[in-house]
Antibody
Framework: QLQLQESGPGLVKPSETLSLTCTVS??????????WGWIRQSPGKGLEWIGS???????YYNPSLKSRVTISIDTSRNQLSLKLSSVTAADTAVYYC?????????????WGQGTLVTVSS | QTVVTQEPSFSVSPGGTVTLTCGLS?????????ASWYQQTPGQAPRTLIY???TRSSGVPDRFSGSILGNKAALTITGAQADDDSDYYC??????????FGTGTKVTVL
């Protein structure tokens, strides 16, 4: 059973960079069938796609966040990372990593449990 | 900017049927947008219900079904149960790696 686990600081100061890591275990990380993505959910709000990455390193970002987001992948460690720069209180959210199945079956099929990041001084 | 709209809320009686929809701010939803649906309860990660418009994910009860209704994607719950009291989100795949979440629908079973 594939497992995804987010990790990183739970508190980030305004104007700084939020950094999170997602570790994938018990499954194939290098596959042409999947993207790996980040999604967030602000308190009491809906889900928002942040971006995705292919095992080759190709990235795809939400246009509304593109200028501040960097997603990277380390296939040797089965990890993907998220960096969000110049954060404000509006970036306070639960951040999820998830696997996106592609090739005609487009959907998120596995999710991490999520990690809460609070932006506050 | 693409906006994917869902009804804010629905109330359904136990055993009843409810249909949620997922529409585009501009344009129609067709099978080529590969609509998927997710259920989320408070404090939990989303759970995949439906993908590719109408395919149930493994282990999902058959009271959940997906379709295209007019120019929107739809999720129908037939014979609602107390466990279905949740938030529901659709996702549309816009192509070239870009996807958009819907605004979400809160379903209350009472």
């Amino acid at each position: 059973q594939l497992q995804l686990q987010e990790s990183g600081p739970g508190l980030v100061k305004p104007s700084e960079t939020l950094s999170l890591t997602c570790t994938v275990s018990s499954g194939s990380f290098i596959s042409s069938d999947y993207y790996w993505g980040w999604i967030r959910q602000s308190p009491g709000k809906g889900l928002e796609w942040i971006g995705s990455i292919y095992y080759s390193g190709n990235t795809y970002y939400n246009p509304s966040l593109k200028s501040r987001v960097t997603i990277s992948i380390d296939t040797s460690r089965n990890q993907l990372s998220l960096k969000l720069s110049s954060v404000t209180a509006a970036d306070t959210a639960v951040y999820y990593c998830a696997r996106w199945r592609r090739s005609g079956y487009y959907h998120f099929d596995y999710w991490g449990q999520g990690t809460l990041v609070t932006v506050s001084s | 900017q693409t906006v994917v709209t869902q009804e804010p809320s629905f109330s359904v009686s136990p055993g009843g049927t409810v249909t949620l929809t997922c529409g585009l701010s501009s344009g129609s939803v067709s099978a080529s947008l590969y609509a998927s649906w997710y259920q989320q309860t408070p404090g939990q990660a989303p759970r995949t219900l439906i993908y590719s418009t109408d395919t149930r994910s493994s282990g999902v009860p058959d009271r959940f079904s997906g379709s295209i209704l007019g120019n929107k994607a739809a999720l129908t719950i037939t014979g609602a149960q107390a466990d279905d009291d949740s938030d529901y989100y659709c996702v549309l795949y816009m192509g070239s790696g870009i996807l958009v979440f819907g605004t979400g629908t809160k379903v209350t079973v009472l």
